[in-house]
């Protein structure tokens, strides 16, 4: 099974100002997918950006934008302009192109300050 | 209104007796999940399926049981629940074949074993 490690449980940032979520993984694969989904206390589980392995270039959605170090196996987030509905917890999200699981991390939990 | 359809959203039952967590996709999604989310554990894969009668274990399927004897529908059993098996379910379904599909959530089944 492939292993996915958000190391920070917990994160705050100023509203307006730019956090950065890390996540890393574990694989031998080349080809795969990366995702970054986010859970507002409503509990919905929504899609913020994602990413293929293949691509050199970094996604970016608006606000969000991520930095993928293949090499690393680095896959963060970094949110800009934070907004009070960011706050949720943010999961990343690992799937082989070759396989037919998804694999999460255990989440991160941003807290935005007024 | 495309959506996954997930029920009941709260569930408290007692070790031993059988219940069924419905889940249900109106947009003709191939592939179908099922994940627990537990503090500090992030999502779990329980089952997955490809297409109607076509399911696979995913990381923690011990404890449950799902079928899929139609392309909407994919409910998950518990035949016998335990103490063990409260968590906050959650069903998916996405289109399949480009591999960056987004998974779509149901908003998800607060299960108590008591």
């Known amino acids: 099974a492939q292993t996915v490690t958000q190391s920070q449980p917990e994160m705050s940032v100023q509203e307006a100002e730019t956090v950065t979520l890390s996540c890393t993984y574990d694989?031998?694969?080349?080809?795969?997918?990366l995702f970054w989904y986010k859970q507002p206390p409503s509990r919905q589980m929504i899609l913020v950006i994602r990413q293929e392995a293949y691509k050199q270039q970094n996604a970016t959605e608006n606000r969000f934008s991520v930095n993928f170090q293949k090499a690393a196996k680095s896959f963060s987030l970094k949110i800009s302009d934070s907004q009070l509905g960011d706050a949720a917890m943010y999961f990343c999200?690992?799937?082989?192109?070759?396989?037919?699981?998804?694999?999460f991390g255990t989440g991160t939990s941003l807290t935005v300050i007024p | 209104e495309a959506q996954v359809t997930q029920n009941p959203r709260y569930l408290i039952t007692v070790t031993g007796k059988k219940l069924t967590v419905t889940c249900s996709q109106n947009?003709?999604?191939?592939?179908m999940s099922w994940y627990r989310q537990d503090p500090g554990l992030g999502l779990r894969q329980i089952y997955y399926?490809?297409?109607?009668?076509v399911t696979d274990k995913g990381d923690v399927p011990e404890g449950y049981k799902v079928s899929r004897k139609e392309k909407r529908n994919f409910p998950l059993i518990l035949e016998s629940p335990s103490p063990n098996q409260t968590s906050l379910y959650f069903c998916?379904?996405?289109?399949w074949g480009q591999g960056n599909e987004k998974l779509f959530f149901g908003s998800g089944t607060q299960l108590s074993v008591l």
């Open positions: 947009m003709n999604h191939e592939y």
């Open positions: 999200a690992y799937r082989s192109a070759a396989g037919n699981q998804f694999y």
């Open positions: 694989t031998s694969e080349s080809d795969y997918y």
């Open positions: 399926s490809m297409n109607v009668e």
């Open positions: 998916a379904s996405s289109l």
